[in-house]
């Protein structure tokens, strides 16, 4: 990793003479939530400067420029790469106060934002108008949809409706040279041009700084409902994933929890969990009746797929118990850990229980205890990688490697939502090519020639 790079005092003079004193952060107690995101990573930035319009990003390009420092872009700091951490030094800007809602348009079925809005505001201004801002990112009471752009957030949602990228018309971007330019559309087509947006979302805060996104909102669905599965093991568990799939029925979500995440949480299920029982959780939308309907016939369908129980939920309470379960896996595991690393991988859905079998021999190699539960709609799966302490962080990293070639071989990704940010830079050449990665180099170089926004992130 380079050398982390002070900031000269010509530069903090600037800093200072140049934005409102509440703007900046210098003090201890004030970067102390600012040192991380939701990974492991700690780095205690110099500076924050909360920028409140997109003049104040331009202007401290502007400063990053002139006195050459480098600008590492923060929404909510919930990303699980460290892709907001100042790893080389400089000054982190935070969009947080950049929080207006600008647009809510019925008739259009478009919203317009700053980038510090959280995720469920949007969600729910849009909700108040009887429309629907679908992706669902589980840490969207806390992450902006500036950050969910940056980093083409997915959730449980996905399955149906896709990820953020598909709900992001145009965006406006201060570029690193400090130029407002505007991406996209405000319509529901567009396709003059390269599709800039695109290369945006995604791109992990190292292209461009987003100050306003234009996104797409459908109506609201009238009615959801859902229901937990119990299967014998995690192998009949997605072949009933196939199954639903198949007879033509595509659920609002389709997560799964495998036997330790199970056994983890046993005190908030309503049945004794035994052996290598596995979970889905399955949820429908759309209209009434026809839910119900889907309800009912996804459930036979896992019946006769071999579950052993399912678990309706009967309204909006129920649900979001079960929502609530999945929601304490993670805290429980990080409770529980004396080191813990999350892994986002996907493999085709067909191999999911592949991977869940492969990993007993793989825990044993090099003394791991993997805990896994995610997205079995689309073949995300979460790999909560567990060992005793940070002593050993190497192992760990090498059976982290080894699981990564598994997923590569089974035709997977080493990440579908989280990004590459800092922890996984020592992966992305697994997957990619050195041609490939000269080419992203050379895209990165055409908007930052200085390397100033967010150096040494996503590429080794
Ligand atoms: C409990 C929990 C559950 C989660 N569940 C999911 C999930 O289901 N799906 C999923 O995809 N992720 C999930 N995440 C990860 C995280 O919420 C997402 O990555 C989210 O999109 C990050 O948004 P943020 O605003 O917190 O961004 P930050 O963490 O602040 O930043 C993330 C990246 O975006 C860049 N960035 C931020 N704002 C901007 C901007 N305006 N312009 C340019 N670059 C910017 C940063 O530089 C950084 O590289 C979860 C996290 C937690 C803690």
Redesign the pocket.
Known sequence: MAQRQLLSSEARDALYGSFESGQILSQPAELENYDR??SELRIVPELVVKARCREDVQKLFELANRFDFPV?????????AG??LASQGGVVLS?EEMSRIRLVDEKNLIAVVE?GVITETLKNSAREKGLFYPPD???LD???I???A??N????ACVKYGTTRDYILGLEVVLPNGHLIRTGVNTRKGVVGYDLTHLMVGS??TL????ALTLKLIPHPEAVAGMAIVFPDMAKATRAVGAVMGAGYLPFAIEFMDHRCLHLVQDQLPFPVSGSEAMLLMEMDGPEAQVAEGIKAMGNICLESGARRLLPAANDEERERLWEVRRAV?LRIHDTAGLYMSEDVVVPISRIADLVAALPALEEKYDLTVYSFGHAGDGNIHLNITADGPERMPQVEEGIKDILGVVLQMGGTISG???I?LAKLPFIAMELSQESLELQKGIKRVFDPKGIL?PG?VFP
Not at 72 to 80: A, F, M, Q, S
Not at 208 to 211: L, S
């Open positions: 995101d939701a590492i872009p923060r929404g909510g700091g919930t990303g699980l892709g907001c969009l980038p990112p589980a840490g806390k992450s902006t500036g950050g969910n940056a980093t957030a997915g959730g449980p992990e805060g461009g700084v987003i100050t993670s939502e989280h990004g940010g967010n992130k």
